[in-house]
């Protein structure tokens, strides 16, 4: 099978759980530094967390400013590193009938 070039994706705990996916894990660590860290309001945070958030984001120490922002939230994420996206070309509709045959279930010496 041919796939893309693998994902990264990570889950975020909240209610609903929020999906956030790029194109590898050094983007998904940049994405979730803003999409959570960044876009959370100062007035909710201790003013040290405050500031050590913004200098970890500064210094674009992404993931020390991720790590923070859960330990101070208790939101948990589930980060994975390689979903692989399968296309067309994996499975062309023109070709599966053909394939399906050769699955294991339409084994019959398998029963």
Not at 12 to 28: G, M, T
């Amino acid at each position: 099978m041919v796939h893309l070039n693998p994902v990264a994706y990570a889950v975020v705990h909240h209610d609903p759980p929020e999906v956030h996916l790029a194109q590898d894990i050094d983007v998904l660590h940049r994405v979730l530094a803003f999409e959570l860290v960044a876009r959370t309001s100062a007035a909710t945070l201790p003013t040290g967390l405050v500031d050590e958030l913004r200098q970890a984001l500064l210094e674009e120490r992404w993931g020390d400013a991720v790590v923070d922002w859960i330990s101070h939230t208790g939101v948990a994420i589930d980060v994975y590193t390689s979903l692989h996206v399968h296309t067309d070309a994996d499975l062309p509709a023109d070709l599966i009938g053909a394939q399906l045959q050769f699955t294991p279930l339409f084994r019959d010496g398998d029963r």
